[in-house]
């Protein structure tokens, strides 16, 4: 790797680090697949928006979304969650709550749909490398909650999602080689 490479690469990496290190802390640690349900938003809502999202994925070429059966979607694999939650205002609590969906490098082939904005106490999502077209949902700006959102190396199209000018907690954004604007 060229040194300059490199080192964007490691200052990217030490970033993220930091950044995940944040989002652990605000929303109290993650876990994944601890037996429990549930997520925010209304556990029947969560776990049908998850399986709307699962219908919607054409192409799972490593079978990673085998495991997303049944009510319990801490259980599914790059479902993360936490048992508290930490608001704006500082309340929290109840739980556990959907807070993180990561399938970096999985190569799903399908779209984003528009019942993932359900999921209002996602924190990261992180999908790059995977081959998602279409746009990014309108009703994403619910996720208010949204701190990382990572759709780089896919198949989007559209105009510039203004959508992600209405997420209030949005910090990192990457959609590089991902769009045609």
Known sequence: MPRKSYRLFLLHF????????SVVAAVGGFGVGIGIDGSGGGEA??????QAWKASITSD?????RSWVGP?????????CSSTF????GSGGGGPYVVGIDLNRANLEGSLVEDLAALTRLTLIHLNSNRFSGTIP?????????????LSNNRLSS???????????????????????
């Open 14 to 21: 030490l970033f993220h680090n930091v950044l995940m290190q």
């Open 138 to 150: 309108a009703g994403f700006q619910a996720l208010v909650s949204l701190q990382e959102l990572e």
């Open 61 to 65: 070429p490593h079978g990673l979304l």
């Open 45 to 50: 809502a969560v776990f049908g928006a998850l």
């Open 72 to 80: 319990n979607v801490c259980s599914y694999k790059g479902v993360f």
């Open 86 to 89: 930490q608001d704006e205002g």
């Open 159 to 181: 105009p510039f999602p203004v959508v992600i000018l209405s997420m209030p907690s949005l910090v990192y954004l990457d959609l590089r080689f991902s769009t045609q604007f």
